[in-house]
Each structure stands twice: as structure tokens, then as C-alpha cells.
């Protein structure tokens, strides 16, 4: 039987980065309930914890609605891991109830509506509390509060994020795997970016962001990584109060090659998200409808795409596509009606972790710093962080454990202020952080005196 004195949090959703939340919070001494359309998966994640049960419940059903109303009320705080755009209903629910709510995802309209409500409760709503968003603003604040303390201001700030292989295991031609839903890296392929450069704004349209990336040498990896900047990098000013800064940015990480690869795929229209009948088609036959092949073959495709994308016919970027599938007789899944769709099914079976493997968390942030005596500083701030083989993923632990820890920062009375937060305060990044070192999730400063 549960203990129920225990405080009990209910976690919603049991996707890949579930599980370490909730034996965190099951080895703090919470009861952790985690519901999800798939019983299957949540039975799953709560194998081997002491104090978690799984349920059924999917949230876009009636069903799974009638459901929730009964899981709320026994809980102390709810955790939605779910896709972001079922947050605003799962948040209304947990308030209706007079429960605390938390998120790893971006403050959307539909949560911003509820604060007023939950500052009336009293109650409290985390959002942006995982790795980016999350720990991303825990490690920049922290800084940008200490060179404003010490009477400096930031004048350029630029930060990258990306979850890959580690090193070792980065062994297929587009030097990535997938600890998240490729669906999701690919549509952050599409958006324009904006940011700030040499006090301008500067607006590349999505068609042609990776026409432009930039490299970023990691001295600690002694390895070079492309990085892009992602959408719209100018709310951070405000969000961070750097109003003295020239530059903005903020973008993601990959391995190199990573750029031009999906640009030539974008090129092609595999990127596209129009619905098309794709029944009966092979992979050979949509590849060569997108660039006009009569080809009877996979060879003679491969030179008709090399063509068609202006590439030497040996280049390696047709080795990729080769690799993943773009030039053979696999029949498209019959339920994939977009050729973005149709290349993420080749993602999802290609871009796997082997038994063994480990994936890395790598972020950067780097200031140029300015104080009032002349003297300049370059300020770098990196976290590396690997997953456990055969265990936890390194994407996994740095989303969750974050939030997970805020949910015990509420529950136990040491943070309290009601309605709509994100871990950009003290009062959050620091007993975040803090915690998070225990756990092996450190970010580490170097300085550098310019002259």
C-alpha cells in the first residue's frame, strides 16, 4: 500500500525524458503518479521506484479528462511533460483544483492567461524549467548578476545549445541521434531567426538558415561544432536586462557537416509540410519526383540528386542520404501524408542509440564584459554533460531533474511567491543550480582578461 501522508505529484506525460524525474522524486520520499495515454510506457518508467504508480489517461479523450479530475485532487503539485500545446488545459484543470503547476516548455499565451488566477489562488506556476528553456537562464543570470553587482555590463552575449552523440559514439554520416522527436528537430529547422548583431537586427528567413552558421571550438572537447542561431533572440534582452548589449544571440549546436546537410534537404523539399498523398510510394519514387529523375536505379538517382543540388556525384552528403534511406525500394508508411513525415520515419529507425551509447548536452554561453575602469572580460560558461550507459540519457536528466527540483522547492515551502515564474531569479537559479552539481549537471566558468 502507498503511504498516503506523502506529498504526491502528479506527472503527466511518459515520453524520454520522464524517467528521471520521477525517481527523483521518488527517492526524495514523494508519491509520484504518472499518467499517460500508454500504460505500457508509464509501467515502464516507474519500474524500481518505491513510491510511484503508473495510470491511464490520455487528455484528449473524454475519458481521459474524467480521469484527471479524479488524479488532481490526491495531488500536491502536477508536472505536464506533455506536448506543449495541451499545457494551457492540464494548468486550467490543476488551478480549478488549487494545485501548483510546472513545465519544461516556453510561456505560451494560453499559460500567460492563467497567472492572474493563480496569483489570486496563491498558488504557483513554473515554467521554462528544463534544460533550454531552463537551466540555459539559470546559468546566463547568474552571471549577468554578478557583473552587474561588481558595476560591469555585458555588451555582447551569445549562447548555443545542443543535445548530440558523445564523441565517441558520433558514429553515423549526419553526426546525430535522437534523444527527442526528430519531428520536432526538424521543425525548428524551418522558423527564421532574429537576433542582434553589432547593435543591428538581423532577420534570416528559414529557407536559408543554414546558409548561415558559424563554428565554435570547445577546448574541454578539443573538437569544433557548427552552431545556428534559433528564431526570435531579441525577447531576451528584456528577459535578461541587457540593454547595453551590441550582440544577441541565441542558437543550437550540432556536429559539422549538420548544416549543410539539411539545407540540401531543404533544397529538395524533404522539409516540406504540405499534405500529399504519399500511398504506395517508395522512398525511390519520392526522391525522384523532387528532383525530376527518370532513373531506373538507385546509382543513377544518386548522380541525378548530385546534379539537381549542384554536388560533386562522390560528395558526402549523398553518402547521407544514401545511408538514411532517400534512394531505396522502402515503401513510405501509409500513414505519413508530408515528406517531412515521411523523413522523419527514416530518423526515428536510422539516428538510434545503440545498447551502450551515450548522448551529450552541450551549451555555451559567452559575455564580453565591460566595468567602468577600462577593464574587459571574456566570460564563458559551459556545461558538458553525458548520458549513463545502459541508463538515463544526458537529455532526459538535464530536462527533468530541473523541475523536479523546483516541485520540491515549492512543496517544501522555500519558494512561495504565486502566479507565473521562470528560473531567471535567484531565488530559483540558485538553489537549482546548486542541486543540480550534486547530481553531475555542473556548469563551469573560465575568465579571460581582454587587453
Known amino acids: 500500500m502507498q503511504n498516503k501522508d506523502k506529498k504526491e505529484v502528479l506527472v503527466l506525460g511518459a515520453g524520454l525524458v520522464v524517467r528521471p524525474i520521477v525517481h527523483y522524486l521518488s527517492e526524495k520520499g514523494y508519491r509520484v503518479v504518472v499518467a499517460s495515454r500508454t500504460l505500457e510506457k508509464a509501467q515502464q518508467i516507474v519500474e524500481g521506484a518505491a513510491n510511484a504508480v503508473a495510470k491511464k489517461c490520455d487528455v484528449e479523450t473524454e475519458e481521459g479528462k474524467a480521469v484527471l479530475e479524479e488524479l488532481i485532487p490526491t495531488a500536491d503539485a502536477v508536472v505536464s511533460l506533455l506536448p506543449y500545446l495541451l499545457h494551457p488545459y492540464a494548468a486550467k484543470r490543476t488551478l480549478a483544483h488549487n494545485k501548483h503547476f510546472f513545465t519544461t516548455s516556453y510561456v505560451s499565451a494560453g499559460m500567460r492567461e492563467l497567472e492572474a488566477e493563480a496569483k489570486e489562488k496563491g498558488l504557483v506556476i513554473i515554467n521554462e524549467c528544463g534544460v533550454d528553456p531552463g537551466t540555459d537562464h539559470m546559468s546566463a543570470m547568474k552571471i549577468i548578476d554578478e ?20 564523441p565517441q559514439d558520433n558514429n553515423n554520416p549526419f553526426g546525430y541521434k535522437l534523444s527527442w522527436s526528430p519531428r520536432g ?100 519514387a519520392l526522391t525522384s519526383k523532387l528532383v525530376g529523375s527518370q532513373a531506373a536505379d538507385s546509382e543513377s538517382l544518386k548522380k541525378d540528386v548530385a546534379a539537381f543540388l549542384k554536388l560533386d556525384s562522390q560528395h558526402a552528403i549523398l553518402n547521407s542520404f544514401e545511408w538514411l534511406g532517400l534512394f531505396s525500394a522502402r515503401p513510405i508508411d501509409e500513414k505519413v501524408n ?47 554533460d553525458y548520458g549513463i550507459p545502459n541508463g538515463d540519457s544526458s537529455m532526459s536528466r538535464t530536462v527533468s531533474l530541473p523541475v523536479a527540483i523546483a516541485v520540491r522547492l515549492v512543496l517544501e515551502g522555500k519558494y512561495t511567491t504565486p502566479g507565473l515564474s521562470i528560473p531567471s531569479i535567484p531565488e530559483l537559479y540558485l538553489p537549482i543550480l546548486e542541486e543540480l552539481e550534486t547530481l553531475n549537471i555542473v556548469f563551469k566558468d573560465t575568465v579571460e582578461e581582454l587587453h
Not at 271 to 278: F, S
Open 147 to 166: 557583473v552587474k553587482k561588481n558595476g560591469g555590463k555585458v555588451v555582447s552575449f551569445s549562447s548555443y545549445c545542443g543535445g548530440l552523440p558523445a
Open 185 to 284: 528537430v526538424l521543425l525548428a529547422s524551418r522558423n527564421d531567426a532574429l537576433f542582434l548583431e553589432d547593435g543591428n537586427q538581423v532577420t534570416i528567413p528559414g529557407k536559408v538558415l543554414f546558409d548561415n552558421y558559424g563554428t565554435d571550438l570547445i577546448e574541454e572537447l578539443g573538437l569544433e561544432f557548427e552552431h545556428y542561431p534559433n528564431r526570435n533572440s531579441l525577447q531576451y534582452i528584456d528577459l535578461y536586462g541587457l540593454h547595453d548589449t551590441k550582440k544577441m544571440v541565441r542558437g543550437t549546436y550540432r556536429n559539422k557537416g549538420w548544416c549543410t546537410t539539411i539545407k540540401k534537404l531543404v533544397d529538395m523539399g524533404y522539409l516540406d509540410l504540405d499534405e500529399t498523398d504519399l500511398t504506395g510510394q517508395t522512398y525511390f
Open 338 to 384: 508530408t515528406r517531412l513525415d515521411a523523413l522523419c520515419k527514416l530518423m526515428e529507425e536510422k539516428m538510434v542509440y545503440a545498447p551502450g551509447e551515450r548522448d551529450m548536452l552541450l551549451m555555451r554561453h559567452t559575455f564580453l564584459v565591460e566595468y567602468p575602469s577600462g577593464k574587459k572580460e571574456k566570460i564563458k560558461c559551459t556545461l558538458i
